[in-house]
Nanobody
């Protein structure tokens, strides 16, 4: 069992930055691949970025490449999402998710554990 708690959301102007954190409980954090998803009102929940168990491999959606960076600290049981050059279209609830396994999952159905979500609002 893994519990995930996100923090760091908020309101920011376009062009600004935010960093989300996701703290995981348990002693097996390093056995989980991690993902950040987001869901805007009326839209599906989509994968934004993912990171492998070791942190060596990452995946980014085209819409955030070059602006967002995912990282993890297995000693602190935490995964981070650094978001730069934010745009109004980045406004959404952001969720971190955990998937036991080597591969980064590309769909929400591949993830077992979810955080409660963090609201990110980017004003124009």
């Amino acid at each position: 069992q893994v519990q995930l708690v996100e923090s760091g959301g908020g309101l920011v102007q376009a062009g600004g930055s935010l960093r989300l954190s996701c703290a995981a409980s348990g002693r097996t954090f390093s056995s989980y691949s991690m993902g950040w998803f987001r869901q805007a009102p009326g839209k599906e929940r989509d994968l934004v970025t993912g990171i492998s168990r070791s942190g060596v491999s990452t995946y980014y959606a085209e819409t955030v490449k070059g602006r967002f960076t995912i990282s993890r600290d297995n000693a602190k049981n935490t995964v981070y999402l650094q978001m730069n050059s934010l745009k109004p279209e980045d406004t959404a609830v952001y969720y971190c998710a955990a998937r036991q396994g080597l591969r980064i999952g590309l769909t929400e159905y591949e993830y077992t554990y979810w955080g409660q979500g963090a609201q990110v609002t980017v004003s124009s």
